[in-house]
């Protein structure tokens, strides 16, 4: 019969709200599975999924997401939630050892079933289970004659105590509405009596078509006697014809855990891929455990033949950069055209859905994205998640969830985390998408950071995953902050390139992102509103133009938003909410392709850029590509077109140029794919504002594989009396004339410095704002300090 599983994930939850302690006292834990009970008339609920999301389904509270409603909200993490859920046993697992399996709960809980005490439980990311083959029930009563009760305590209000064992919930992003539930499903197994409890995999590539694969099982005997069993592993093709591999190996499992190791060569290999470098060739890999030819337990795991090596950049030196920062995958360099995936979909988990998660893993391989990079404000993500990106061809660098924060230096908290990691590890490390690892995100960012145990924690984090995995690990991420240097980290590590965003005007994008020397960047920052359609659906219809505070309650900084439309185009564009919603989307993708383009051109001394974000979790007027509804911005279709992997690039070193002035740039030629493309050409053109081409010119270019190559200059006298914009056009054709990639700019006729000087006088006004009113949203709304008297 092998392994058993029952689903107790759905709808068929109900929940009630007990002041801290009460519920115990009250006797919520001893309730029995009748019918017409106590918990008859509480709220019904719904698992995977969260407090907030239920109270709102029962009409107890309103939209935390529209208008200024997340803080309204916030009563209910004050309170401690029972969750029940009857339910009868399937009978085909009678004599079987059955478990209780909780795959994440978040943050902490106690459980019950019929009445007995299973445990205590803390910690989102780590699964936890119970045997409960004495405890359950088999009556035949209506609905089931088994109660299984969950208290979740009311969720903690420091991140800094928690970090590393929970979301991120505390801020430049965040309101403070800490989210807590049962976010992810529960079952009940069914085994024998010695099961599989987990599968590692680690892949050797040896050229094109062979790779070897290193299993090993953790088994679990549940009996008080060792047991002789055969432990077989089947590796066959899930997308890919090819032969089944087996073998089958005898070994002695002890009571308690043991664990067994099997090579398995494998002959005509396919390789997983990006989906910019190959296929994304997939194999079960079937586990099975028996004992005198009756079957125990069976586990799959799907996985990818692929390894991840990491080397040094070149053009640095040791005294530069000290870690690798180039992947490697099967041999070849992987360029990260990456972006910060800002997920869950929801920050509350209850609005989550397969649909959700496969539609916007969809969206980011529209987007040409091949790396998704899940940084510590965000949780790590769902199995399933991974599970899209092996399927797509989209690797994945996962950050633990530590952000920003001075952290704890004392033994209990440090093992508790570490913990932690190893079982996010654990539940994810098969799946080839997954090619890198890191501790923090922002720790070695200031003063605190440097006194506190930031370093030796993700030291120790370091270490217990090296012991689980054998793909690549980093520290922190940057590692070239200031006060990452002073701890020792190389200048030219890893650097964010946020500043040009929150410095609101101080430095044009032409002046702050080519002066950023570094190995890679994991992080780099523009932000827009959502379409007026999307606006609507979370911003009140009084509050939507001109601004009322739901705006910047939803992150919506609008002085450093009317700062990059007045960098992009040379004034606010903000005559209408079209308008200006418009315009903010556009200057976002200005600001994309330039930086981005700028960090490509400079492969391989460069190998990797992350656009912060692809999405973010709640309705927000902030940095995703696409917004909280999956609706693509027009910055879609910039990044799409920037992230090309052949990209005919334009580098130059200012969007302004005054009437009479030479416009002088040159273009490039970047391809990422791994083959040669051969004898291409390129064609640039320059058109006026009118429309009409004032110069142009064309190029014979010899693209090699993996590379970025400067083509030829491309220039235009500006006429004297110039006015307006004017385009530059780039386009790639083969030897049969077909396009092969094309790309667009638009520039300024402008005097740099007069254009300048205006942001110079806006950025004085916003900060004149802030030094007033402090970083609050009501700095934009002074008068909403001050009580007037009525007309």
Request: proline share 5%; with cysteine; net charge negative.
């Amino acid at each position: 019969m092998g392994r058993i599983e029952q689903d107790l994930s759905g709808h068929r939850w109900q929940m009630e709200r007990m002041r801290p302690g009460r519920g115990t006292e009250e006797g919520l834990h001893l309730l029995p599975a009748e019918y017409q009970g106590t918990h008859f008339s509480w709220n019904f609920a719904s698992v995977p999924g969260d407090v907030y999301t239920d109270l709102h389904r029962a009409n107890e509270i309103d939209d935390p997401y529209v208008g200024r409603g997340m803080h309204r909200a916030k009563w209910a993490a004050e309170y401690e939630w029972w969750y029940s859920r009857r339910f009868a046993v399937d009978p085909s697992m009678r004599g079987r050892v059955i478990r209780l399996v909780f795959d994440g709960v978040d943050y902490s809980c106690d459980v019950w079933l019929n009445g007995t005490f299973l445990g205590r439980h803390e910690g989102m990311f780590s699964s936890f289970e119970f045997d409960v083959t004495d405890v359950v029930s088999w009556e035949d009563w209506r609905d089931g004659a088994n109660m299984l009760m969950v208290k979740l305590d009311p969720p903690p209000k420091n991140y800094r105590n928690c970090g590393g064992r929970k979301v991120n919930f505390s801020g430049d992003y965040f309101s403070g509405l800490v989210p807590f539930g049962i976010w992810r499903p529960v079952r009940l197994e069914a085994t024998g009596p010695v099961r599989v409890d987990s599968i590692r995999t680690d892949v050797s590539v040896h050229g094109d078509d062979r790779a070897s694969v290193r299993m090993t099982a953790e088994l679990v005997n549940h009996g008080d006697s060792e047991r002789e069993v055969a432990l077989s592993t089947l590796l066959r093709g899930w997308n890919v014809d090819v032969d089944t591999i087996g073998t089958e190996d005898v070994v002695v499992a002890p009571p308690g855990r043991t664990s067994a190791t099997v090579h398995i060569d494998v002959e005509d290999a396919r390789l997983w891929w990006p989906w910019d470098m190959g296929e994304q060739h997939l194999y079960d890999l079937v586990v099975e455990v028996r004992d005198a030819n009756e079957l125990l337990d069976a586990r799959t795991e799907r996985i990818g033949l692929r390894e991840i090596e990491m080397q040094h950049n070149p053009g640095f030196t040791a005294d530069q950069v000290e870690h690798p920062w180039t992947f490697v995958i099967n041999g070849r360099r992987h360029f990260l055209r990456s972006a910060c995936w800002g997920g869950q979909p929801s920050f509350l988990y209850g609005r989550n859905s397969p649909q959700k998660y496969e539609d916007r893993v969809a969206l980011v391989r529209e987007a040409n994205i091949n790396n998704l990079r899940i940084f510590g404000w965000h949780p790590p993500e769902a199995p399933e998640f991974y599970r899209l990106c092996d399927e797509a061809g989209i690797t994945v660098w996962t950050n633990f969830s530590l952000a920003t924060q001075a952290y704890p230096d004392d033994p209990e908290f440090v093992a508790a985390v570490v913990d932690e990691c190893v079982a996010v590890v654990d539940a994810r490390r098969n799946h080839p998408s997954q090619i890198f690892w890191m501790g923090g995100e922002e720790v070695f960012f200031s003063g605190a950071h440097e006194r506190s145990g930031n370093l030796a924690l993700m030291q120790a984090i370091g270490a217990a995953v090296a012991d689980r995995t054998d793909v690549p690990y980093g520290l922190a991420s940057p590692l070239s902050s200031e006060a990452g240097q002073r701890l020792g980290f190389k200048p030219n590590e890893s650097m964010h390139a946020n500043e040009h965003y929150y410095q609101g005007g101080a430095e044009y994008m032409e002046e702050y992102y080519p002066a950023l020397e570094c190995a890679i960047i994991p992080e780099l920052t523009a932000a827009s509103a959502p379409d007026v359609e999307s606006l609507r659906r979370f911003i009140p219809e009084d509050e939507l133009w001109p601004m009322g505070p739901s705006w910047a309650y939803h992150f919506a900084d609008i002085d450093i938003l009317k700062a990059i439309n007045l960098e992009v185009f040379g004034d606010f564009r903000d005559g209408s909410l079209d308008e200006f919603v418009e315009a903010t989307q556009v200057a976002q993708g200005t600001v994309i392709q330039f930086a981005l383009e700028t960090y490509r051109r400079r492969k391989p001394r460069m190998s990797g850029v992350s656009l912060c974000h692809f999405m973010t979790h709640v309705p927000d007027i902030k940095w995703g590509v696409i917004d909280y509804y999956g609706r693509r911005k027009a910055s879609f279709d910039w990044l799409r077109r920037t992230y090309q992997p052949l990209l005919p690039s334009l580098a130059f070193d200012r969007r302004r140029w005054a009437p009479g002035t030479t416009f002088e740039g040159s273009a490039w030629v970047v391809n990422d794919y791994q083959r040669a493309l051969g004898t291409l050409t390129l064609d640039w053109s320059v058109s006026g504002a009118g429309g009409a081409v004032v110069a142009s010119g064309t190029s014979a270019v010899e693209v090699e594989e993996d590379s970025s190559i400067e083509v030829c200059p491309v220039r235009w006298d500006v006429p004297g009396d110039a006015e307006g914009t004017f385009g530059v056009e780039l386009r790639l054709t083969d030897a049969t004339g077909a396009g092969v990639a094309e790309n667009a700019y638009v520039l300024l006729v402008d005097d740099q410095e007069t254009a300048k000087a205006r942001s110079l006088a806006f950025k004085a006004e916003a900060d004149e704002r802030s030094r007033e009113h402090g970083h609050s949203i009501y700095r934009y709304w002074p008068d909403m300090w001050v009580e007037k008297d009525p007309a």
